[in-house]
């Protein structure tokens, strides 16, 4: 059970076009998604908590216009990456949780933008 | 700042030998203590967790030795097999942080030899 899946795993996409990537919680129903961003060899670094129908809570620095998240219904948020840049290549982690303690991670989308 | 610092950065240890991995804290509203290991290219897993009305928990080769007047955790691998090969987070998080925001440590990269 708690299963967290993310579409696509891995993307590569012209610098200036948009991203959009997929959280899914699959056997259970999720109040609460987060979004991390994590760098080679590096810690996660949680970009922003979004909660079912209502407005994404963002981390200091993180530009929300830039990084529009979406959380439509139970099992659903979404990650949309706009005018992307070389710099916001990274690896983008979202978690899931169906209590407020355990997160269960999705496997992870690499996005390259050239 | 970091809230829940982790040591060492990086460990090698030899098939059947014992990988130890240690987290400190200072916020005391924390109450939840999961560790999550994570591959190359992967999503984190939830390993193990505990709370503070424990001072061990067990399962299977993983251990958590929770001490809350030190405030600090950690993580004993028993008879570490090359498959443990990987990094290792420890993490916390307080029942009045948003929907269970989690503050990772920086990671533990353990190598097992054969």
């Known amino acids: 059970g708690a299963v967290v899946s993310q579409h696509p795993s891995w993307v590569i996409c012209k610098s200036g076009t948009s991203v959009k990537i997929e959280c899914r919680s699959l056997?259970?129903?999720?109040?609460?998604m987060f979004w991390y961003r994590q760098f080679p060899k590096q810690s996660l670094m949680l970009m922003a908590t979004s909660n079912e129908g209502s407005k994404a809570t963002y981390e200091q620095g993180v530009e929300k216009d830039k990084f529009l998240i979406n959380h439509a219904s139970l099992t659903l948020s979404t990650l949309t990456v706009t005018s992307a840049h070389p710099e916001d290549s990274s690896f983008y982690i979202c978690?899931?949780?169906?209590?407020?303690?355990?997160?269960?991670f999705g496997p992870g989308t690499r996005l390259t933008v050239l | 700042q970091q809230q829940v610092k982790q040591s060492p950065q990086s460990l090698i240890v030899q098939k059947g030998g014992i990988s130890i991995i240690n987290c400190a804290y200072e916020?005391?509203?924390?109450?939840?203590f999961p560790w999550y290991q994570q591959f190359p290219g992967k999503g984190p897993a939830l390993l193990i967790a505990i709370r503070p009305d424990v001072s061990e928990k067990k399962e299977g080769r993983f251990t958590i030795s929770f001490n809350k007047s030190a405030k600090q955790f950690s993580l004993h691998i028993m008879d570490s097999q090359p498959g443990d090969s990987a990094t290792y987070f420890c993490?916390?998080?307080?029942?009045?942080?948003?929907?269970?925001?989690?503050?990772f440590g920086a990671g533990t990269q353990v190598v097992v030899t054969p």
């Open positions: 916020n005391t509203a924390f109450d939840y």
């Open positions: 978690s899931a949780t169906p209590s407020t303690d355990t997160q269960y």
């Open positions: 993490a916390a998080s307080t029942p009045t942080d948003s929907w269970g925001k989690l503050q």
């Open positions: 056997d259970f129903q999720a109040t609460t």
